[in-house]
Structures are given as C-alpha cells and as structure tokens.
Antibody, heavy 122, light 113 residues
Framework: QVQLQQSGPGLVEPSQTLSLTCAISGDSVSSNSGTWNWIRQSPSRGLEWLGRTYYRANWYNDYAVSVRSRITVNPDTSRNQFSLHLSSVSPEDTAVYYC????????????WGQGTMVTVSS | DIVMTQSPDSLAVSLGERATINCKSSQSVFKSSNNKNYLTWYQQKPGQPPKLLIYWSSTRESGVPDRFSGSGSGTDFTLTISSLQAEDVAVYYCQQYYSAPPTFGQGTRVEIK
C-alpha cells in the first residue's frame, strides 16, 4: 500500500530555512494521477495547506498566498520523494507539518505522512 | 479563499447514539460540469494525521464503516455517525477543494457522554 515517510529536523532557528522530505513508497512522485502536498497544523491556524507539486507531462507547483514568497516544493524523481523548503521562518511557523497525497479527480488527501513537529526557536 | 465553518465546535454523545456535525462553506463547492460537491471529511485522533473518511460529500473511502455518512450540497453539508462507538472519539474536519487553495474547517471534537 502507499506510504509516506517524513524526515527532517524538529527545531529550526528564526530566520533560517525549514526543510522537510517526504519519501513515497507504493506510488511514484511522477504519477499522472496524484499531487504531492504539504499541509501544516497549529492551534492558532488549524489545518493549513501550503503547497504542492505534480506531474502532468511537465512539472507544476502551486503555493498558498500566505507563504508564496518563502516556499519551494520540489520533486526528487531519483529518490521518489518530494521536499518542502520554507525560508525566513519565525515562531508563527511552529506547527506539525504533514505531507499528503492528493487524488486527482476527487481532490481529497487520501494518504498522509506521520507528521513532523517543527518548532521555530533560538 | 473559501471559508469553511463547522458547528458545533464540540459535542458529547452517548454510545450508540447519533452524532451530527455541520459544515458550511462561504460559497458553493458544487461543480455542475460533473455534478460533484468538492467536500471532504476527515477524522483525526490524537497524535495521528487526519484520515480520509468521505469525499465528494457522500462517498465513503474504502474501509470506512458504514455508520459514517455524508450529505448535503452547495454550501451546507453534514457528517453523521449513526451509532457512536468508543473508537469514534476524535476531531472531525471538513475540507473543500472546489477552488484553490484547499481550505479546512476549524474542527469538531466528538466525545462520549
């Protein structure tokens, strides 16, 4: 079955870049039927979609307006994974970060990573 | 962005009784091109990621017990648990993807009375 395994640091200093990776098993990041998303959850902001990457003959990205100037989501086809980079972080970026697969057609997020609690603090 | 508002914020229901959660979107999430409502429900238990329960407002994900059902169209939706079980204690979220960005409700906590 499809699984997503997240990795990355749980503590990031203010103004630095938060970087997380999501390894895919049982599916392909290059699939024509899925999208690969990052979503975060915090008590103050709830569940917040951040961005996605997907392949439809070419690679595409979409990002939330709230983080558009700071975010990059990249596919890594050689490792079958995708990554999140969020620059210039502040304590407001403290949250549990999830990667998730989006199902083309239904637009639902059917497979989620285990979550990574990221704290922004010096 | 489409704003999703759930009610109530929490509810306590006796075992075996019905639980009803409402979700209202700030604009319609119905696509007439395919006759689908782009409304999804998730269940989240402590320390776990959200789990997909229902998509297209009323289609149960594979493996989800049939005591979970979704209904509604346009801007008003409902998740019903027909006979609450102990393992259903969780926070439930609705989410729309009619238009980008996908947005979530604030969540409804379901507890045992």
């Amino acid at each position: 079955q499809v699984q997503l395994q997240q990795s990355g640091p749980g503590l990031v200093e203010p103004s630095q870049t938060l970087s997380l990776t999501c390894a895919i098993s049982g599916d392909s990041v290059s699939s024509n039927s899925g999208t690969w998303n990052w979503i975060r959850q915090s008590p103050s902001r709830g569940l917040e979609w951040l961005g996605r990457t997907y392949y439809r003959a070419n690679w595409y990205n979409d990002y939330a307006v709230s983080v558009r100037s700071r975010i990059t989501v990249n596919p890594d086809t050689s490792r079958n994974q995708f990554s999140l980079h969020l620059s210039s972080v502040s304590p407001e970026d403290t949250a549990v970060y999830y990667c998730a697969r989006g199902v083309a057609g239904t637009a639902a997020f059917d497979i989620w990573g285990q979550g990574t609690m990221v704290t922004v603090s010096s | 962005d489409i704003v999703m508002t759930q009610s109530p914020d929490s509810l306590a229901v006796s075992l075996g009784e019905r639980a009803t959660i409402n979700c209202k979107s700030s604009q319609s999430v119905f696509k007439s091109s395919n006759n689908k409502n782009y409304l999804t429900w998730y269940q989240q238990k402590p320390g776990q990621p959200p789990k997909l329960l229902i998509y297209w407002s009323s289609t149960r994900e594979s493996g989800v017990p049939d005591r979970f059902s979704g209904s509604g169209s346009g801007t008003d939706f409902t998740l019903t648990i027909s006979s609450l079980q102990a393992e259903d204690v969780a926070v439930y979220y609705c989410q729309q993807y009619y238009s980008a960005p996908p947005t979530f409700g604030q969540g409804t906590r379901v507890e045992i009375k």
